[in-house]
């Protein structure tokens, strides 16, 4: 007599089969394991480095407003007030350009002439410093196509460090100086296959300094730099007065990179700077990869997509045609 089969295609007096996966199961499978490490990368991550992720958000929001956490007021003058108290009157941008190409083509062989399709603009405004009564000190910035100013009035400044009394002192150690270093290594190029046009030299404004703590004789805790260098003395006393301002803090670390040469803090600073920096990249990557896992946003998320592609091309476009407009020089080392 024939056995009906079970469900799983075994008769019942045979050995039942292993239920196999339907078909497309596994890679679903895969699929959903992956997009778990993303979502779990996207996560830890933003955790790992939130603090400086913080950090830089907020100090990036301070350099364009620099008027937060600072002890000073603001105010805008309109064209009109500024041309009746001054008579100052905005130029006219293509009006000065004309003049200039003018009296360049007077005293040149060569003759130029205005391109017309791009008009004369003003990079920058004049900035004057001025004093208050009391002490503190106002700045004035000028919008010269518009005549409109901008004053900013400072309270006094806060009590600076007192200089110490080694400031500006010059300690001669020819064997622990930048020009030793220099005459050791000047031939290294050529020693090392390397054609060059002239020996080695000391950059002429950067150069190393040394650290260290000292005590005066009324034990007063002092920090020293020796410049390596020029060979001069500085520091301030410990703890003392002249710290920066907490937002101004937050701009120095906004703006500390590379890697020291000699490792310490400002070493796992730079690395930390660097993980953000993935973070961020890996946050857009892995952003666009859970939207798309989502296919009821997949339309608004797209067009999202497309609107902010083509916003930042334009921007950083025109900002980096701007920063490169005249004459690009690289400084430091």
Known sequence: MMLAPDREGATSDGPAREPSAPQGRRPRRR?????????????????????????FGISGVLFNHPQIGRDFERRSISAEQVSALTGFRPWDPDAVARKVVEQLNAGSPSRYTLDASTPGAFSGWPELIGSTSEGGRTMVLIRLDDGAATLSTFPPEPAKAPDPPFAGATVELPEHRMAAVEAQVKDLLPKLGIDGAGPLRAHPKVSPELRFRMRDADGRLWNVTYDLGAGRLDGRLDGGAGQPLFVELLGMLHKTHHFPVHGGMTWIWALFADITGITLVLWALTGLAMWWQMKPSRVVGAVAVAVAIAVAAVVMSGTASDIVFGKVEKGGA
């Open 31 to 55: 699929y959903g394991a992956a997009m778990k490490v993303v979502r779990r990368a996207h996560m830890y991550l933003g955790l790992l480095v939130f603090p400086w992720i913080l950090l």
